[in-house]
């Protein structure tokens, strides 16, 4: 592909989302196998003149994110090692989903959002507040639809992924996702919440929280991460765009542990067949895109975004702060697309 890009107009891009509000921030990095081709930052953590500036190596909460960088490459490990197999029933190997609707989804419904599962979390409402009863509510919950019968994204897949995945190998799904991803891609930046103090002070601030009278800053903003601790398969990592470049390096170029080119084979193709909107593992193609274009990507709440194409050989990175102003997506959707167009040409 054209390996030239129009850094200024992605500065101004950027810039003018500043200037419109609808990010006080933003960090932003693109590469290629070989690492970082261009990247930058503007605005600041809170939107004034006089606030601390957004650099390069800001941490932001990347809410959903998440869930690619964490709980789908470590499910992609436990594949690649033979202990997981993506069709079989869950209630096959796993006792807690046995005998309970979940027992007849497989691994592979819920990586391609078709289990059927319940659309919103709603875990305290549910389930109450303890931990283990929220475990226990949503593997034993009823499925809103049959198993494969439709695309319907929903958090509660990946909290269900994290939740197997623990039970595989006896360990949290935060110590998994550093121990088997982040540490051997020197990740260093990157962990799941709450940020200790010095941290907390590089993070980029979210929404304003009633209880604390202060914007969010380095405690996740999802409320179902934080009434599970701060840790779980639906969010509650932070990171910055330079190790997110990190990661996306390696989806590009897997010829390393720890996960490998068959896992992203799999993961980065159209795994839903006639359904719609198409998926493929947890990744989605890129609004505005169709299969040719082979532009995948993975959105958070709090303003994130990530983009890879391997057929191009690039990735990218958007990492705001929409939150501090508002919840609205429209605004950061636009600057998103348009980030996204400019980072990959039309083929």
Same mark, same amino acid.
């Given at each position: 592909?054209?390996?030239?890009?129009?850094?200024?107009?992605?500065?101004?891009?950027?810039?003018?989302?500043?200037?419109?509000?609808?990010?006080?921030?933003?960090?932003?990095?693109?590469? +290629?196998?070989?690492? *970082?081709?261009?990247?930058?930052?503007?605005?600041?953590?809170?939107?004034?003149?006089?606030?601390?500036?957004?650099?390069?190596?800001?941490?932001?909460?990347?809410?959903?994110?998440?869930?690619?960088?964490?709980?789908?490459?470590?499910?992609?490990?436990?594949?690649?090692?033979?202990?997981?197999?993506?069709?079989?029933?869950?209630?096959?190997?796993?006792?807690?989903?046995?005998?309970?609707?979940?027992?007849?989804?497989?691994?592979?419904?819920?990586?391609?959002?078709?289990?059927?599962?319940?659309?919103?979390?709603?875990?305290?409402?549910?389930?109450?507040?303890?931990?283990?009863?929220?475990?226990?509510?949503?593997?034993?919950?009823?499925?809103?639809?049959?198993?494969?019968?439709?695309?319907?994204?929903?958090?509660?897949?990946?909290?269900?992924?994290?939740? *197997?995945?623990?039970?595989?190998?006896?360990?949290?799904?935060?110590?998994?996702?550093?121990?088997?991803?982040?540490?051997?891609?020197?990740?260093?930046?990157?962990?799941?919440?709450?940020?200790?103090?010095?941290?907390?002070?590089?993070?980029?601030?979210?929404?304003?929280?009633?209880?604390?009278?202060?914007? *969010?800053?380095?405690?996740?903003?999802?409320?179902?991460?934080?009434? !599970?601790?701060?840790?779980?398969?639906?969010?509650?990592?932070?990171?910055?765009?330079? +190790?997110?470049?990190?990661?996306?390096?390696?989806? !590009?170029?897997?010829?390393?542990?720890?996960?490998?080119?068959?896992?992203?084979?799999?993961?980065?193709?159209?795994?839903?067949?006639?359904?719609?909107?198409?998926?493929?593992?947890?990744?989605?193609?890129?609004?505005?895109?169709?299969?040719?274009?082979?532009?995948?990507?993975?959105?958070?709440?709090?303003?994130?975004?990530?983009?890879?194409?391997?057929?191009?050989?690039?990735?990218?990175?958007?990492?705001?702060?929409?939150?501090?102003?508002?919840?609205?997506?429209?605004?950061?959707?636009?600057?998103? +697309?348009?980030?996204?167009?400019?980072?990959?040409?039309?083929?």
């Amino acid at each position: 592909m054209n390996t030239t890009l129009d850094t200024p107009r992605i500065a101004r891009l950027l810039r003018e989302g500043v200037r419109a509000q609808v990010y006080p921030g933003a960090a932003w990095a693109v590469g +290629d196998a070989g690492g *970082l081709v261009a990247g930058g930052a503007v605005g600041s953590h809170d939107g004034t003149a006089g606030g601390l500036p957004t650099r390069p190596d800001t941490l932001f909460d990347l809410a959903s994110l998440t869930k690619v960088i964490a709980v789908w490459p470590v499910v992609g490990t436990l594949v690649e090692d033979g202990k997981l197999l993506l069709d079989a029933p869950l209630g096959s190997f796993w006792p807690e989903a046995a005998g309970h609707p979940l027992g007849d989804v497989t691994p592979l419904q819920l990586l391609t959002h078709t289990a059927g599962l319940p659309l919103r979390a709603n875990l305290r409402a549910l389930y109450g507040s303890d931990p283990q009863d929220v475990r226990d509510g949503v593997l034993r919950e009823v499925l809103r639809r049959r198993p494969g019968e439709a695309v319907e994204y929903t958090d509660r897949a990946a909290l269900i992924l994290g939740y *197997l995945a623990e039970h595989l190998t006896g360990l949290r799904l935060a110590r998994l996702a550093a121990d088997r991803v982040w540490a051997p891609l020197g990740m260093t930046e990157t962990r799941f919440g709450p940020l200790p103090a010095p941290l907390a002070a590089r993070c980029a601030p979210t929404e304003y929280d009633e209880e604390t009278g202060a914007h *969010l800053r380095g405690t996740v903003h999802d409320f179902s991460t934080r009434l !599970l601790g701060g840790a779980c398969g639906i969010a509650g990592a932070f990171s910055t765009a330079g +190790d997110l470049g990190r990661f996306l390096r390696q989806v !590009l170029d897997p010829v390393r542990p720890p996960f490998g080119p068959e896992w992203v084979a799999a993961s980065l193709r159209v795994r839903t067949g006639e359904l719609a909107p198409v998926r493929g593992l947890f990744w989605h193609l890129a609004p505005g895109t169709a299969v040719r274009d082979d532009v995948w990507a993975h959105y958070g709440f709090t303003g994130t975004g990530l983009w890879v194409s391997p057929s191009r050989g690039r990735w990218a990175v958007l990492l705001t702060n929409k939150l501090y102003f508002t919840r609205a997506t429209g605004p950061v959707t636009a600057v998103r +697309d348009a980030f996204r167009e400019a980072v990959f040409a039309p083929l």
